[in-house]
């Protein structure tokens, strides 16, 4: 069977771009350093929280040197504690979890994103190499309130840190960014 080399040519070309797409698929997979949030992060009762070790008094915990623990609470419409502060040079954990619906969980201009379901922790590690703010938002509608829920991460020159006292308030707030944070643990909701 004679096939013309015009045919030749293209069915060249298309097996090139499957063999491309093919690549990129696997290099997002497993090369380009993205962690899905799994289940690691156990479960929890949503309306017992304030007995749940870790969220009845959520914020900052020192666990080693440069390493952090941070648990966090959504809720209709804030993330409490309101505004994080941590050291550059950091490797930061967090223990996401929601009170009542699903809310998202975002630093802005990370990696670091996942879905807050109620029952459910979402588990996920960064780390903070430099100084910077960062914005915390919920990009899961939420209510009437969605918009406002917002939260602020603060990295500090570690010279400049001092652990936060544990009564955090709830309150909102914006922050830019100058993304430094490379996320070892995030997904796309
Ligand atoms: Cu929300």
């Known amino acids: ?73 959504a809720m209709q419409f ?13 490797t930061v954990t967090f223990y996401v979890t929601s009170r009542d619906v699903v809310h998202g969980f975002q630093v802005v201009g990370t990696n670091a994103n996942t879905m807050v379901i109620p029952g459910e922790v979402s588990k996920l590690t960064v780390e903070f190499d430099d100084p910077g703010e960062y914005g915390i938002v919920c990009h899961e509608y939420c209510g009437s309130g969605h918009h406002g829920m917002a939260s602020e ?5 570690p010279s400049n840190f001092t652990m936060q006292d544990d009564t955090q308030t709830q309150t909102g707030g914006n922050g830019t960014t100058n993304a430094t944070a490379t996320a070892t643990g995030g997904e796309s909701a």
């Open 153 to 157: 991460l603060l990295v500090k020159e």
């Open 78 to 90: 804030a993330f409490r504690p309101g505004t994080v502060e941590l050291p550059a040079n950091s």
């Open 1 to 73: 069977m004679h096939v013309h080399d015009y045919e030749k040519l293209w069915l060249g070309a298309s097996l090139l771009l499957i063999v491309g797409f093919i690549s990129t698929i696997v290099y997002g997979a497993v090369g380009a350093g993205v962690v899905m949030v799994n289940d690691e992060g156990g479960q929890v009762n949503p309306s017992e929280l304030g007995n749940t070790t870790g969220f009845d008094d959520p914020g900052v915990t020192k666990v080693g040197p440069g390493e952090y623990e941070v648990h966090i609470v």
